[in-house]
């Protein structure tokens, strides 16, 4: 099973800011990767698929990057909007398997 | 796309419960479709998937032997049936469909998530 691995656990930065998000896969999933990120009591979103493509709707301001083991959600300037929970979703071996990270939750700092 | 969650409740350890999805705004028939789970305060699990015409199924390891997807394309509905049910299956469930994107020739298919139920949140305690 492949493991993915978010840091960190909670961040923290001011709006207007830049975020940084981290995962990391235990073997490769080439550019089957997904982010998704999840406000209280909602369900998740889709934000990025393919490591890199925006899904429908998502602002410029949310970009992906990585390949391989090492993947990187990066949101220029935040907005108060952004503060929420993300995950990452491999799906290297779709249809057999799909695993999720633990998430990392960006707060207000 | 809408998707509309239900069938949740309070089920004692070793009952049954089935989950239902109600789909609308999209082609249903052309979907995969998937179960995803989260318990409380907990991260995301993906649960199972199922092909747009049911010959094909996955499970994660967890609830094989349990749990059974299944699907109504006529009805346009995805279920989740649950049993022998644990402790730790404990969880809000979601139903997802995957995700279709414009190329700039046509329509390709992505296996991410794009639309989500809002979930329907399954109990198991005696």
């Known amino acids: 099973e492949i493991v993915m691995t978010q840091s960190p656990v909670t961040l923290s930065v001011s709006p207007g800011e830049r975020a940084t998000l981290s995962c990391r896969a235990s073997q490769s999933v080439g550019s089957n990767l997904a982010w998704y990120q999840q406000k209280p009591g909602q369900a998740p979103r889709l934000l990025i698929y393919?490591?890199?493509t925006r899904a429908t709707g998502i602002p410029a301001r949310f970009n992906g990057s990585g390949s391989g083991t090492e993947f990187t959600l990066t949101i220029s300037s935040l907005q108060s909007e952004d503060f929420a929970l993300y995950y990452c979703q491999q799906y290297h071996n779709w249809p057999l398997m799909y695993t999720f990270g633990q998430g990392t939750k960006l707060e207000i700092k | 796309v809408q998707l509309v969650d239900s069938g949740g409740g309070l089920v004692q350890p070793g009952g049954s419960l089935r989950l239902s999805c109600a789909a609308s705004?999209?082609?249903?028939?052309?979907?995969?479709m998937n179960w995803v789970r989260q318990a409380p305060g907990k991260g995301l699990e993906w649960v199972a998937n199922?092909?747009?015409?049911?010959?094909?199924?996955y499970y994660v390891d967890s609830v094989k032997g349990r749990f059974t997807i299944s699907r109504d394309n006529a009805q346009s509905s995805l279920y989740l049936q649950m049993n022998s049910l644990r402790a730790e299956d404990t969880a809000i469930y979601y139903c997802?469909?995957?995700?279709?994107?414009?190329?700039?020739?046509?329509?390709?298919?992505?296996?991410?998530?794009?639309?989500w139920g809002q979930g329907t949140l399954v109990t198991v305690s005696s």
């Open positions: 199922i092909k747009q015409d049911g010959s094909e199924k």
């Open positions: 705004g999209l082609t249903f028939s052309t979907y995969w």
């Open positions: 997802a469909c995957s995700t279709y994107y414009y190329d700039g020739s046509g329509y390709s298919f992505n296996p991410s998530f794009d639309s």
């Open positions: 393919g490591a890199s």
